[in-house]
C-alpha cells in the first residue's frame, strides 16, 4: 500500500494570505501547505480522498494519472472544491461517470455545488460526472476493504477511513477533521501500521483536535507510526515536531508512505 500526501495544510494554506510570520517566510518546504488530502493506492486500486482548490495543481506536483473512485470526507469547502478537476479522470474513464461517496451531508454538498455533473456520463468530453454513493461501514474490494466510521466536526459528521489492504494486510487510518474520537473509532484504529490524525494547532480549537489532544489520541491507539495533518501556520515543521513523542511526525506535502 502506498499513501501520498496530496496536501496536509488547514483550510487558509501555509503561507496564509497577507502574513509574515516565521512559518509564512520559511523556506522549509514542509512548511508550505496546501489543503489536506491524500491519495490511497492499495493493490493497484487508486482512491482518492478529497478534493482540496488546489487539486489540479497536486497531481501535477504528485503525477497523479489514475482515479478509480473518490471520498469525500465531508462538505466544507477545503475538501470539495476542486472537484470539479475530476473531470481529467472521468475522460482517462473512457468517459464514465467517477464514483463518489460520502456522507448524506457531503453528497448532498455535491448536489449543490456540481448540479451539472450528477449523471451517468458527462454532459460533453471533458466534463465531470458523479455518481453517488453512500460510503457503507464496510467496502468490499477485491484489492481489501475501507471501513468508515462517523467522526465528530463541528455541526457535522465526517468520515474516518481504515484501509486494509487483501495481499499484504496493511492497515492505513485516515481521520481528518474532527474534534474528538469515539470509542469505535479508538477501537478501529488500533493495529493499524500508520494512524493519520487531525492536529490543528497547539491551542485548542472547537471543531478540531490540538496537537497536544491528537498526541493524546495516538498514545491511546498506539500505532506503529502516527502522522498529525491538517497543520495552520502557528506550527513551525521542524522545531515543532522535534518536541513531538518518538512516533509521531507531522505529515507535509509530497510525503509518501509505503506500507
Not at 463518489?100 to 471533458?126: C, D, H, N, W
Request: with cysteine.
Amino acid at each position: 500500500m502506498e499513501v501520498i500526501f496530496l496536501g496536509s495544510g488547514t483550510s487558509q494554506g501555509v503561507p496564509m494570505i497577507a502574513c509574515d510570520c516565521a512559518v509564512c517566510t520559511s523556506t522549509d518546504p514542509r512548511n508550505r501547505r496546501t489543503r489536506a488530502s491524500i491519495h490511497v493506492v492499495m493493490d493497484g486500486l487508486h482512491i482518492q480522498v478529497d478534493a482540496a482548490p488546489e487539486f489540479r495543481l497536486q497531481c501535477l506536483e504528485q503525477r497523479i494519472t489514475q482515479i478509480d473512485f473518490f471520498i469525500l470526507t465531508h462538505g466544507h469547502a477545503d475538501h470539495i472544491t476542486g472537484m470539479d478537476d475530476l473531470r481529467r479522470f472521468c475522460d482517462l474513464k473512457g468517459g464514465e461517470a467517477l464514483k463518489v461517496y460520502s456522507t448524506e451531508e457531503g453528497m448532498a454538498r455535491v448536489l449543490s455545488i456540481f448540479p451539472y455533473a450528477i449523471a451517468e456520463r458527462p454532459i460533453a468530453k471533458g466534463y465531470a460526472a458523479f455518481k453517488l454513493e453512500a460510503m457503507p461501514p464496510v467496502l468490499e474490494l477485491p484489492q481489501g476493504t475501507i471501513q468508515s466510521t462517523l467522526l465528530p466536526h463541528g455541526g457535522l459528521n465526517t468520515l474516518g477511513l481504515i484501509f486494509t489492504e487483501r495481499s499484504s494486510g496493511r492497515k492505513f487510518v485516515y481521520y481528518t477533521d474532527n474534534k474528538r474520537l469515539p470509542h469505535e473509532a479508538v477501537t478501529l484504529a488500533r493495529g493499524a501500521d500508520a494512524v493519520v490524525l487531525d492536529g490543528l494547532r497547539p491551542e485548542p480549537h472547537p471543531s478540531h483536535m490540538s496537537i497536544p489532544e491528537a498526541v493524546a489520541v495516538a498514545a491511546e491507539i498506539a500505532a506503529g507510526q502516527t502522522w498529525l495533518t491538517h497543520l495552520t501556520h502557528h506550527t513551525d515543521h521542524q522545531k515543532a515536531e522535534a518536541e513531538l513523542p518518538v512516533g509521531i511526525k507531522f505529515a507535509y506535502d509530497g510525503l509518501r508512505l509505503k506500507l
